[in-house]
C-alpha cells in the first residue's frame, strides 16, 4: 500500500520472536496554574480544540496508528476470554451462597491464627507491620477491645490527619455519629456472643465512586451527588455489610477517576503515609492512603487503568484487581465500561483473600456472556500447596523489567523473583509480547471513549465548568476521539488477547514491576491542579493488560528504593485465575517481609 497507509499482518501470522520492543516515549506538556488554564481553554475551544488535540495525537502516533493502520482482526468490544481449566488446589465458594458463609470458608484456608505473632513482641522474623482482620477479631472476641473503642481511635486520627500542615484529606464525606453508631451495633453483638464472621467489627472506607448508603457518591466532584442520590448500598457494599463491616465513610480521589496520581483540587490531594510530599497514586487515593496509614483494614476501590493496582504499590499495600465481570458492578458509578472492577485494597494477602470471598460474584448477565469459572480461593493449608507452587511458572518480559526510572525498581522485583524460583522452585520463563504500545493506545481510547459517553450528557449541559482543569483537558481529549478510532481500539484489543492468550499456554503467571516509577513528588504548584501524561504514562505502564484484556492482577510490596518508597511487583494471571494469583502472591509475601517497612504516618487504631 503506498502514502502513510500501513498494514498489519493478522494476529496468527505475527512472528512473536522477531518481535522489537519499543520503549514508552510520550510527548505532552506538563502544567499548572495559567498555562493550565490557558490550554484547557484553547482544548475546549471550537476552533482551535480540534487542532491542538490533532497535534497531540500525531507527536504520539496515535493518528498513524488508528487511523492510517490497516488492522485486519475482528473487533472485540469486551473481554473475550477462551475457555479456562480448573484451578488447582483450591476451595470453591459458591457465588450464590451467603457472603458469610463464603468468609468462614476462607478462613479454613489460611493457617491458623496465633495471636502471639502480634499481640507479643514482634522478631526479626515475624516483622510487625499492621494489624490484620484477624487480629481484630482476636482482640474484639477475647475482650481486648472492642469496635467502639477501635471507633474513637478512628474518629481521633482522621480529625488529626484533617488538621495536620500539609492536610491530608484522606476521606471526603465522614460522619463520626454514624460511625459510632455502627461501631455501637457491633460492640453489642461482641458482647451477646453472637459475631456476624470475623469481618463483623472490621473498619472499610469506600471509595468515592461506589454507592454505600446513606453517604452521598460525588466521585471526587462537587456536584455528582447532586445529579445522582444514592438511594441503597451497591450490591459489594451489601455483601460487606451483611458480614458486620464497619464503614468509615466515602475516600478521596482523583475527581471522577480520569487521573492517576490523586491530585483534587476539589477537597484537598491526598498524601502518600511513606512520604507527605509525595503523591499517593489514584484514582484510588484515598482507599489506598487509608489503609496504609493503619486507619482502617481494608477499602474498597475502583480499576479502569490500573486505579486500584497504582496507589497500592506507592503506598506499599496489596492492590487486588479481579478478573473482569467477578464482581457486581451495581452502584458503582462507572458500572457500564468494558474495563473497570471493584476490588480491594488491603494491608496483607491474608485479608485480600477474606475481603475478596465476601464481595465477590457477578451479575447475572454476566454469568451469560463470559461464563466465568466457579469462585474459589487457595487452600494455603493443603498439604498439596507446595508442590503447586514448585509447578507454578512465571512469566517474564525482560524488557519490561529494564524500561523503568531507576534501576532498583527492576533490580528490586527480579530479587522477589529470584526468592520465589530458590526457595519455592517456581520456574521463570522468558515471554515476548508483541505491540504494547498499541496496546497502550487500545486501552486510552477504550477507557477515554466509554468514561466521556457516560460523562457527555453533564459536559454538554455545562457541569464542565464544575470539574477540575485537569479533569476538563483529558475529557476535551476523550472527546476528540472518533467512533472508527474505537472500533481500531478493538480490533486492537483482540490482538493483545490473542498474544497474551498464547503467552499463557506457556506460563501460568506473568510479573511485572507494578508501576515504572516510585512516587512521584506533589510540586507545589500542583496543588490548584496538574496536568502530567508523562508521570501518568509511566505509573500506568504495566497495567494495562489487566483492564483492556480483563485480567486478574496484583500487587504485593517487595521492597523500598534509597528514599524508602514502596516498590510493588504485580502478577497477572488467567482470566478467573483470582486464586492462583492470591497464593502466588502470598508466597512472595512472606518471602519479602523482612523488606518492607511501616510508613512514618501511621497510626495505631487496635492501641493494644
Not at 496465633?114 to 482482620?133: A, G, V
Not at 486492537?492 to 506457556?506: S, V
Not at 516498590?567 to 523482612?594: D, F, N, T, Y
Request: proline letters at 7%; charged letters at 20%; aromatic letters at 8%.
Amino acid at each position: 500500500m503506498g502514502g502513510k497507509v500501513k498494514a498489519m499482518a493478522p494476529v496468527e501470522e505475527v512472528d512473536v520472536a522477531a518481535a522489537r520492543y519499543e520503549p514508552l516515549v510520550l510527548r505532552a506538556p506538563r502544567l499548572t496554574g495559567f498555562p493550565l488554564r490557558a490550554f484547557v481553554w484553547l482544548l475546549e475551544s471550537p476552533l482551535l480544540g480540534p487542532l491542538v488535540t490533532s497535534v497531540l495525537k500525531k507527536q504520539n502516533n496515535m493518528t498513524q496508528m488508528l487511523q492510517h493502520t490497516v488492522i485486519p482482526d475482528r473487533p472485540m468490544f469486551f473481554p473475550e476470554f477462551p475457555p479456562q481449566e480448573p484451578e488447582k488446589g483450591v476451595v470453591i465458594l459458591g457465588e450464590d451462597r451467603d457472603p458469610v458463609e463464603r468468609v468462614e470458608e476462607t478462613l479454613q484456608c489460611l493457617a491458623p491464627y496465633d495471636p502471639s505473632t502480634h499481640f507479643t513482641s514482634s522478631d526479626e522474623k515475624n516483622p510487625f507491620l499492621y494489624w490484620k482482620i484477624r487480629d481484630f477479631a482476636h482482640a474484639y472476641r477475647s475482650g481486648i477491645t472492642t469496635p467502639s473503642a477501635v471507633a474513637e481511635h478512628v474518629i481521633a486520627g482522621v480529625e488529626e490527619w484533617n488538621n495536620k500542615k500539609p492536610p491530608m484529606p484522606m476521606l471526603i464525606y465522614f460522619d463520626a455519629d454514624d460511625l459510632r453508631k455502627q461501631a455501637h451495633a457491633s460492640t453489642k453483638r461482641f458482647e451477646q456472643g453472637s459475631p456476624i464472621s470475623v469481618l463483623d467489627g472490621i473498619f472499610f472506607a469506600v471509595k468515592d465512586d461506589i454507592d454505600c448508603f446513606p453517604y452521598p457518591s460525588k466521585s471526587g466532584t462537587t456536584f455528582f451527588d447532586k445529579i445522582r442520590p444514592v438511594e441503597k448500598d451497591a450490591v459489594l457494599v451489601a455483601r460487606l455489610r451483611k458480614c458486620g463491616v464497619i464503614f468509615i465513610g466515602k475516600a478521596n480521589m482523583h475527581e471522577l477517576g480520569i487521573g492517576v496520581t490523586g491530585n483534587n483540587p476539589n477537597y484537598g490531594t491526598v498524601r502518600n503515609p511513606h512520604s507527605i510530599d509525595r503523591y499517593t497514586g489514584a484514582s484510588s487515593s484515598g482507599p489506598a492512603a487509608l489503609v496504609s496509614s493503619g486507619l482502617c483494614s481494608a477499602a474498597i476501590g475502583t480499576d479502569a487503568g490500573g486505579s486500584v493496582r497504582i496507589p497500592s504499590s506507592l503506598c506499599g499495600i496489596v492492590g487486588l484487581k479481579t478478573t473482569f465481570g467477578r464482581t457486581d458492578m451495581t452502584g458503582v458509578l462507572c458500572d457500564c465500561g468494558t474495563s473497570e472492577v471493584a476490588s480491594p485494597l488491603t494491608a496483607s494477602v491474608e485479608d485480600s483473600m477474606l475481603v475478596y470471598s465476601a464481595l465477590a460474584g457477578c451479575r447475572p448477565m454476566d454469568k451469560l456472556t463470559l461464563r466465568p469459572l466457579p469462585l474459589c480461593v487457595p487452600n494455603l493449608v493443603s498439604s498439596e500447596n507446595n508442590d503447586i507452587l514448585q509447578s507454578v511458572k512465571v512469566g517474564k518480559y525482560t524488557e519490561w523489567f529494564h524500561d523503568v526510572s531507576d534501576i532498583e525498581i527492576s533490580n528490586t522485583c527480579e530479587d522477589a523473583l529470584s526468592l520465589l524460583r530458590n526457595t519455592f522452585g517456581c520456574q521463570i520463563e522468558e515471554i515476548i509480547l508483541p505491540e504494547l504500545l498499541e496496546m497502550r493506545t487500545a486501552h486510552l481510547v477504550t477507557i477515554g471513549s466509554e468514561g466521556f459517553c457516560q460523562l457527555n450528557a453533564h459536559y454538554q449541559e455545562g457541569r464542565r465548568t464544575e470539574m477540575t482543569l485537569d479533569t476538563r483537558g483529558s475529557l476535551a481529549l476523550f472527546g476528540s476521539f472518533t467512533s472508527a478510532d474505537y472500533v481500531a481500539s478493538q480490533r486492537l484489543r483482540r490482538r493483545m488477547m490473542y498474544y497474551h492468550t498464547e503467552a499463557f499456554r506457556k506460563v501460568d503467571v506473568i510479573a511485572t514491576p507494578t508501576t515504572g516509577i516510585t512516587a512521584p513528588r506533589i510540586p507545589p504548584s500542583a496543588l490548584k491542579g496538574e496536568s502530567d501524561y508523562i508521570v501518568s504514562a509511566k505509573l500506568m505502564q504495566f497495567i494495562v493488560a489487566g483492564n483492556l484484556l480483563g485480567f486478574p492482577a496484583i500487587t504485593v510490596p517487595v521492597g523500598h528504593d534509597k528514599q524508602g518508597l514502596p516498590i510493588g511487583l504485580q502478577l497477572i494471571g488467567r482470566p478467573w485465575g483470582e486464586a492462583s494469583l492470591l497464593r502466588v502472591a502470598s508466597a512472595v509475601e512472606e518471602l519479602c517481609l523482612k523488606r518492607r517497612n511501616r510508613p512514618s504516618t501511621f497510626f495505631d487504631i487496635l492501641k493494644t
